[in-house]
C-alpha cells in the first residue's frame, strides 16, 4: 500500500506538474491562437522549432527576443505579431521549455 502510495504521487508530480502547466502558460499567453505543439498552425509547431534550434547556444535569448518583439522570415512570410502582454519571465519560462520539447 505504502508504496503504492508512493509511486502514485511521483508520477503525479512528473506528468501533471511540468507539462501541463507550460501548456497553459502557453494557453494563457496567447500562444496557442497560431501554434500547437506538434502541427502547423499560423506558426510553425513548437517541436519543429525546438529541432531547429537544437544545437544553437544561443537560441534561448534570440527566441526571447523574437517573442517579445515579434517578426517574420524564419519560417516564412507570415509575421509573429509582438507579444509585449506575456511577461519577461514567462517568455522565458515558455522558450525554455519549448526547446525541451522532442
Ligand atoms: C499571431 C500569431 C502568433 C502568436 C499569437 C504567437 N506566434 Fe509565435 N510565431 C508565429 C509565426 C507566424 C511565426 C514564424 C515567424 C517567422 O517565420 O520568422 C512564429 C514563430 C515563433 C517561434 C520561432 C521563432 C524563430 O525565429 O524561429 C517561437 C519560439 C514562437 N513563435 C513562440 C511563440 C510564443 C511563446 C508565443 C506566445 C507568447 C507566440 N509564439 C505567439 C505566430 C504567432
Not at 3 to 12: C, D, I, P, W
Not at 29 to 58: E, F, M, Q, W
Request: glycine residues 6%.
Amino acid at each position: 500500500m505504502r508504496r503504492f502510495a508512493t509511486v502514485t504521487k511521483e508520477s503525479l508530480n512528473e506528468k501533471h506538474r511540468h507539462r501541463p502547466c507550460r501548456r497553459r502558460l502557453l494557453q494563457a499567453s496567447g500562444c496557442t491562437a497560431c501554434h500547437t505543439i506538434d502541427k502547423k498552425l499560423v506558426g510553425p509547431a513548437l517541436k519543429d522549432v525546438a529541432a531547429k534550434y537544437r544545437d544553437n547556444k544561443g537560441a534561448e535569448a534570440d527566441l526571447i527576443k523574437k517573442v517579445k518583439e515579434g517578426g517574420k522570415g524564419v519560417w516564412g512570410d507570415i509575421p509573429m505579431s509582438p507579444n509585449a502582454h506575456v511577461k519577461d519571465e514567462d517568455i522565458k519560462t515558455i522558450v525554455q521549455w519549448i526547446l525541451t520539447l522532442k
